[in-house]
């Protein structure tokens, strides 16, 4: 499981070296084998194992290709969709569609999700833990039931 958010450079070619503590992970579970698409919600790229992405590519199978919406959302995360694996020095590759998508220059972060990592453009990552953090501090978590339990 992935977790925590890494300050990360992109080199001249478009690569990301993977952190240190995640790579034998990458490695040992997953052969290094990724796969790398744009995120829906928000410019920035989703990273998974590829046998985490078979699991989104069964959902995707069983949406239609007739209901607008459901074509769209297909279109998106598989028309983006790249299978990348890691290199010997644990680095990445980053198609230039992918990077210009998420606007990605020269700094970014990479937040580990549990199953995937995000990759972001470090100032827009910033503004979006703002925007997060207005978001939870002005609701009233309680009110929301599947947060109502939800404590630290």
């Given at each position: 499981?992935?977790k925590?958010a890494?300050a990360?450079?992109?080199d001249?070619k478009g690569?990301i070296a993977?952190p240190?503590?995640y790579r ?5 579970a997953?052969e290094?084998?990724l796969v790398i698409t744009?995120d829906?919600q928000?410019?920035?790229l ?12 069964a ?15 297909k279109r998106m995360?598989l ?10 020095n644990?680095r ?6 992918l990077?210009q998508y998420a ?7 990479l937040?580990?999700q549990?199953?995937k ?7 827009q990552?910033q503004?979006q833990?703002q ?5 939870i501090?002005s609701?009233?978590l309680?009110?929301n039931e ?6 630290l």
């Amino acid at each position: 499981m992935f977790k925590g958010a890494s300050a990360i450079n992109l080199d001249a070619k478009g690569r990301i070296a993977i952190p240190t503590r995640y790579r034998e992970p990458l490695l040992s579970a997953h052969e290094g084998k990724l796969v790398i698409t744009v995120d829906i919600q928000a410019n920035c790229l989703l990273i998974y194992p590829a046998d985490e992405w078979s699991l989104i590519e069964a959902k995707l199978l069983k949406l239609s290709d007739t209901q607008p919406t459901e074509r769209a959302l297909k279109r998106m995360l598989l028309g983006y969709a790249h299978e990348i694996e890691m290199d010997s020095n644990g680095r990445l590759l980053l198609p230039p569609p992918l990077r210009q998508y998420a606007q990605l220059d020269k700094k970014a972060m990479l937040v580990g999700q549990l199953n995937k990592f995000e990759l972001w453009d470090e100032a827009q990552w910033q503004a979006q833990i703002q925007s997060a953090q207005d978001v939870i501090r002005s609701e009233d978590l309680a009110a929301n039931e599947r947060l109502a339990d939800f404590s630290l």
